[in-house]
């Protein structure tokens, strides 16, 4: 199977150092620092921001299989995953990470939705990966 790849650098001290970090793939490359990562606003992106980018994706991907598996294909899935970033004793942890997701999926109802919205989460390779995590979902069907 596919091995993926990212690499990191950091230079300088923790508060004053910076770091740049690129995926192997050449999409994507960026800064990353300190200020960065506690939200100051002073651009660059940060470890928990790249982590939900991945997990969004990720779910994203699943849910459309599994939907798609049985023969509900959706028009369209959205996912944000907002990755909490919190002091804890002994310094900072990942917790929660809430996903959200909102689905167009003709010929579905609500509760058929939730049922494949709840196994994507469960089985989505990123929430696998991050299973120590409490992850939270809220699921959107958007069908009128």
Known sequence: MAIRKADAEWSGDLKQGQGKVSLGSGSFEGQYSFRS????????????????????????????????????????????????????????????????TEAVVPGIDDATFQRFAQEAKKNCPVSKALAATDIQLKATLLNQ
């Open 37 to 100: 990562r506690m939200g100051d606003g002073s651009g660059g992106t940060n470890p928990e921001e790249l982590i939900a980018a991945a997990h969004a994706g990720c779910y994203s991907m699943a849910l459309s299989a599994s939907l798609s598996g049985a023969g509900h294909v959706p028009t369209r899935v959205h996912t944000t995953a907002n990755v909490h970033f919190n002091p804890v004793e002994g310094g900072f942890a990942i917790n929660p990470i809430e996903l959200v």
